[in-house]
């Protein structure tokens, strides 16, 4: 099964495919994730996607779909996978059917309202060593912003600061509607309200899993 979690930043693309990949076995793939790794290694890739990134902007889509398509080379996808984080413009979407055979099953569409977005945004934070997301308000750690498995402190994205979030909704106003109508016209789009708690939307995926892999 060949999973995409569509919507803007703060949507729970990443959220949810964790959450996913744990009840499925699919492999959870984010290329916010592989960006971020290659970042911090300060490899050439890292260089160049580094000041896009901080900038709230997309890296451009040549580098992007160069690294997902070797990370979907990889020999552990046998079962599938949950794209998180790509395509973000209708030339990626177009890429990944050209790289995946029959293309994917499944784009969801976390429809999330900007008053949620920022919220989520403004408020997460990261463990450094483990990446597990926490939420000031919604998902506190136990104890003093410290990650409650690797008792690290936790810190927040450059890119969540307010005016990079700013951008990144702007940069995902004006290339969503041409990713959500190219899979609008595949019939392989399924709309759900991100707004919603996590293990709600989760439910709801769920459910339409068996249906869309009788398709
Ligand atoms: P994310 O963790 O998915 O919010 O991604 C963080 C940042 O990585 C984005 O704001 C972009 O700068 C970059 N990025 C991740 N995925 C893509 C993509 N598919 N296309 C272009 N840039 C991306």
Do not use: W
């Amino acid at each position: 099964m060949k999973i995409i979690l569509f919507g803007p930043p703060g949507a729970g693309k990443g959220t949810q495919a964790k959450l996913l990949s744990e009840k499925t076995g699919l492999a959870h793939i984010s290329t916010g994730d592989i960006l971020r790794q290659e970042v911090k290694n300060n490899t050439p890739l890292g260089q160049e996607a580094k000041g896009y990134m901080e900038s709230g902007k997309l890296v451009p889509d040549a580098l992007v779909t160069e690294m997902t398509k070797k990370r979907l080379s990889a020999g552990d996808l046998k079962n599938g996978f949950i794209l998180d984080g790509f395509p973000r413009t209708e030339a990626q979407a177009k890429a990944l059917d050209a790289i995946l055979d029959g293309g994917i099953d499944t784009a969801f569409y976390l429809e999330t309202s900007e008053k949620v977005v920022v919220q989520r945004l403004s408020g997460r934070r990261v463990c450094p060593t483990c990446g597990v997301n926490y939420h000031l308000t919604n998902m506190p750690p136990k104890k003093d912003m410290m990650c409650d498995k690797c008792s690290v402190a936790l810190f927040q994205r450059p890119d969540d600061k307010e005016e990079t979030v700013k951008n990144r909704l702007s940069v995902y106003l004006k290339e969503s509607s041409s990713v959500l109508n190219y899979y609008k016209k595949q019939g392989k789009l399924e709309n759900i309200s991100g707004d919603q708690d996590a293990l709600v939307v989760l439910k709801i995926v769920l459910k339409k899993l068996p249906a869309l892999l009788k398709k």
